[in-house]
């Protein structure tokens, strides 16, 4: 698939931790390019089902109908020509193919918008977001309230189930809500154990230049 961009391609990233407002960041921006009558694309990981399977919604129910996707590839599948702007949310779920589809849309001459969680429930880098905040045009950090002492919180405490160890399980990817998890400045949040796992640099590069 090939395209002959009329204009140079962009890419925003606009991260944070949980209830920092990320989505309704995202929505704001791409109501804005709606209102100037571009031509408008939005995506989310089909897992993440809390609220609609086929709208972005925030935590303050703000919504835009969204095309589900299951891979970061499928996004390319249902590129449209003639496409504008690309939304894409909850950026954390589609992995590190996400680089090389959102590398594709900017040659495509396409505005992206990503949204997503730089950091996981153990306070680690989120792939594949450090990337993409490397390589963006424009980065903006949310802060949510810590709900233990109102201070602005960039961490994603995930809540512990009785009878288990801190965290609740050790599964990385958990969707939830408030039942899940809580925003947590530095002082109040308390990480969970990090697995020793190297990080796979080539498999980064190879994505990178998908």
Known sequence: MSFSPSSAGSLEVIVGGMFSGKTEALITRLRRALLARQKTQIFKPVIDNR??????????????????VGSAEEIVGHFQRGTQVVGIDEAQFLGNELIGVCRFLISAGCRVIVAGLDMDY??????????????????????AICVRCGRPALFSQR????????????????????DTYEARCRACFVPAAVPDVPLDLDEISRCSAG
């Open 51 to 68: 609220y609609a399977t086929h709208y972005i919604i925030s935590h303050n129910t703000l919504r835009l109908p969204t095309i589900p």
């Open 122 to 143: 153990r306070g680690e880098p989120f792939e594949p977001m450090p990337y993409l905040m490397a390589i963006a045009d424009e980065v903006v950090k949310q802060r």
């Open 159 to 178: 809540l512990q189930v009785p009878g288990s160890s801190c965290g609740g399980d050790d599964e990385r990817v958990k969707i939830g809500g408030a």
